[in-house]
């Protein structure tokens, strides 16, 4: 069974970058699948935030893709998420996810979740 | 971004009841749809994909249909342990996109 776990400040001030890093196990990333990051707030619910793969490739969701960057340890069988400049509208649980692609369908399904972490931006 | 709308946004049902749910896309998506269930303090997880496959592992009361833009979570009779909240996701249109959940509770 695959296993993905965040893990991450779980406080990061105004105006300074969210860090978080997702640990995979029972699966090597190298291997395949799409790996992503997504969020969830109360107010505008859940949201992708982006995806790394084939080996390092990434995708942003338009609307953070300023201030976003996917990074993957492939030595260490994790992939990471920093968001700079963070505000109290990133408030969020984050979530990261193994996604897959049907032959029909372009974009991903995710059949696997971390138990997802809650950043809180505050001073 | 492609929007995706689901009606209810709550429904109150018993066990044993048959449960429908609407999820509308705002542009056609094919059958680029999934469904997935959370529970309080938990991730979503994957019921249904393509629209209407069943992910490995879920039971087969649950269900899915439709294409185009108007999609479907059937539930056949409900059991205890699906008591939660339903959400819809297109994979069509970049970005990928979430409905805005359907809670089902108790009647």
């Known amino acids: 069974q695959v296993q993905l776990q965040e893990s991450g400040p779980g406080v990061v001030k105004p105006s300074e970058t969210l860090s978080l890093t997702c640990s995979v196990s029972?699966?090597?990333?190298?291997?395949?699948?799409?790996w992503d990051w997504i969020r969830q707030t109360p107010g505008k619910g859940l949201e992708w935030i982006g995806s790394?793969?084939?080996?390092?490739?990434?995708d942003y969701n338009p609307s953070l893709k300023s201030r976003v960057t996917i990074s993957v340890d492939m030595s260490k069988n994790q992939f990471s998420l920093k968001l700079t400049s963070v505000t109290a509208a990133d408030t969020a649980v984050y979530f990261c996810?193994?996604?897959?692609?049907?032959?029909?369908?372009?974009?991903?399904?995710?059949?696997?979740w971390g138990q997802g972490t809650l950043v809180t931006v505050s001073s | 971004d492609l929007q995706m709308t689901q009606s209810p946004s709550s429904v109150s049902a018993s066990v044993g009841d048959r449960v429908t749910i609407t999820c509308r896309a705002s542009?056609?998506?094919?059958?680029?749809l999934a469904w997935y269930q959370q529970k309080p303090g938990k991730a979503p997880k994957l019921l249904i994909y393509?629209?209407?496959n069943l992910q490995r592992g879920v039971p087969s009361r649950f269900s899915g249909s439709g294409s185009g833009s108007d999609f479907t979570l059937t539930i056949s009779s409900l059991q205890p342990e699906d008591f939660a909240t339903y959400y819809c996701?297109?994979?069509?249109?970049?970005?990928?996109?979430f409905g805005p959940g359907t809670t089902v509770d108790i009647k």
């Open positions: 996810a193994r996604g897959f692609r049907g032959l029909l369908h372009v974009l991903s399904y995710y059949d696997f």
């Open positions: 029972s699966y090597s990333i190298s291997s395949g699948f799409y």
């Open positions: 790394i793969y084939h080996g390092g490739r990434t």
């Open positions: 542009q056609d998506i094919g059958s680029s």
């Open positions: 393509g629209a209407s």
């Open positions: 996701q297109q994979a069509s249109s970049f970005p990928q996109t």
